[in-house]
């Protein structure tokens, strides 16, 4: 246990986000392939309209998962969820969900360095965005 009488086992470790990550990942493979063939089902269709719809799988995909259904998909299947730090009850609203999308993408790999050393295993991007990621129970 730690001080504030809070099992450790209920945050996620590094290990278990890395796996959502890449799962992640790949599904951002499937969602850009699947929105390549749909727009492959029409003619001519603008660069700007590829690279818009592109640019809003990927920019929002996290922060609407997170903020909807209190997790992405590679979170959903290694069982857990993203929280507000004050309320583990609750999701994170959108824009924290997004600000926590910006952090993580612009600190990439040093966001997680903190895990290991945070009471909760908070990465530098959820203590930004003020969430926690706890396993499902």
Known sequence: MTTDSTPSEKYASLAARIKGLVIDSIVLLVFIFIGSLVLSLFNDVPDSIRIGLFLF???FYDPLF?????A?????FIAVRV???????KNIT??????????KSSLGWISLLTI????KHRAIHDMVAGSVVIYNV
Do not use: C, W, Y
Request: charged share 15%.
């Open 57 to 59: 799988i990927f920019l």
């Open 66 to 70: 997170t903020s909807i259904f209190g």
């Open 72 to 76: 992405t998909i590679g979170h959903m």
């Open 83 to 89: 929280r507000q730090n004050a309320d583990e009850t």
């Open 94 to 103: 959108f824009p924290a969900a997004l600000l926590r999308f910006v952090a």
């Open 116 to 119: 290991s050393k945070s009471q």
